[in-house]
């Protein structure tokens, strides 16, 4: 069984609150966890998620555990500069990979909101892998009940195993919630580790 690591539930104090089911975030606000690990399993991040402008021109962060220094940086899942949604896995001595779903294959419109889901295996036969989902399933669907259907994209690389980091969780930012941050809608932000079950 899978085990939540975090889950954005609370309202932030500075972040918009409305009757939508969102929280709404206006690129200064993020919200924070307790200070805990990740562990080495697999992992799943699924999310919610509406941005005014997926392709905005700025990096734009879901959920991380990134810290300010080198030295807590572990993973992140973020929106590119040109809507590629990103994984990004840093081990304990800062080398590691990146792996994206192209703006093509999310096909994403600005303002809608959709579920993403991003499964990384951290190690298979071949090393490590990453599967990117998206769905159109609305915000009342729980995260057990979504369609997911076939990953849009699939990438490899060699085994990473994420840094060791003790640092806060950060929903809507990186870099402990200074940089980065997302613009927009997000609904349900959740991080399993050791595989996402519906069961």
């Known amino acids: 069984m899978a085990t939540a690591l975090a889950v954005a539930s609370a309202l932030p104090a500075t972040a918009a609150g409305d009757d939508d089911g969102y929280i709404t975030l206006s690129g200064n606000d993020y919200l924070t966890s307790d200070t805990f690990g990740h562990g080495n399993g697999d992992m799943d991040f699924i999310f919610y998620a509406a941005a005014d402008d997926w392709s905005n021109g700025k990096l734009q962060t879901v959920v991380s555990h990134w810290g300010s220094t080198t030295d807590n940086k572990a993973l992140r899942v973020h929106f590119s500069t040109k809507g590629h ?52 399933d609305p915000i009342t669907k729980s995260p057990t009940s979504v369609k997911w259907g076939r990953a849009v994209r699939k990438a490899t690389s060699s085994t990473v195993t994420p840094h060791s980091s003790g640092t806060r969780w950060i929903v809507g930012g990186a870099n402990d919630g200074q940089d980065d941050r997302f613009r927009g809608d997000l609904g349900y932000v959740g991080v399993w580790r050791n595989g996402w079950s519906t069961s």
């Not at 419109?109 to 490590?128: E, T």
């Open 85 to 136: 949604l990103q994984l990004v896995v840093r081990d304990d001595k800062g080398s590691g990979h990146t792996y994206s779903a192209w703006e093509g294959d999310l096909d994403l419109k600005n303002g809608r909101g959709y579920w993403f889901r991003v499964r990384f295996n951290s190690r298979n036969s071949a090393g490590s892998a990453v599967k990117f989902y998206v769905s159109k």
